[in-house]
């Protein structure tokens, strides 16, 4: 599998940015997708999920905030992420699991300056 995440940047607080994740080498509709982060000094957390059926999950933290989406004809996910906080500053990170191993995309990072 590869996993192509795109959309990070730089906001301020209350701002919003998009994260897009293009997926290949697996038959996309097929998998459940996850975004995770990682912020400076601490572990890695997952962020949000959708299934395959397109049921959706998100850490307490980005409740009310953040929207996970895919597009099965684009092979994509993407995850809405509004009113921005410095906390939410990190590196961000696409996955699934694949044959009973997590599998990573490279990153993509955001900066949320208050």
């Known amino acids: 599998v590869q996993l192509q995440a795109s959309g990070g940047g730089s906001v301020q607080a209350g701002g919003f940015l998009r994260l897009s994740c293009s997926v290949s080498?697996?038959?996309?509709?097929?998998?459940?997708m996850a975004w995770y982060r990682q912020a400076p000094g601490k572990e890695r957390e997952l962020v949000a999920s959708?299934?395959?059926?397109?049921?959706?999950t998100l850490a307490t933290p980005v409740k009310g905030r953040f929207i996970i989406s895919r597009d099965n004809a684009q092979d994509a996910v993407y995850l809405q992420m509004n009113n921005l906080k410095p906390e939410d500053t990190g590196v961000y990170y696409c996955?699934?699991?694949?044959?009973?191993?997590?599998?990573w995309g490279q990153g993509t990072l955001v900066t949320v300056s208050s």
């Open positions: 080498r697996i038959m996309f509709r097929a998998y459940d």
């Open positions: 996955s699934t699991e694949e044959r009973g191993r997590r599998r």
């Open positions: 959708i299934t395959s059926g397109g049921a959706t």
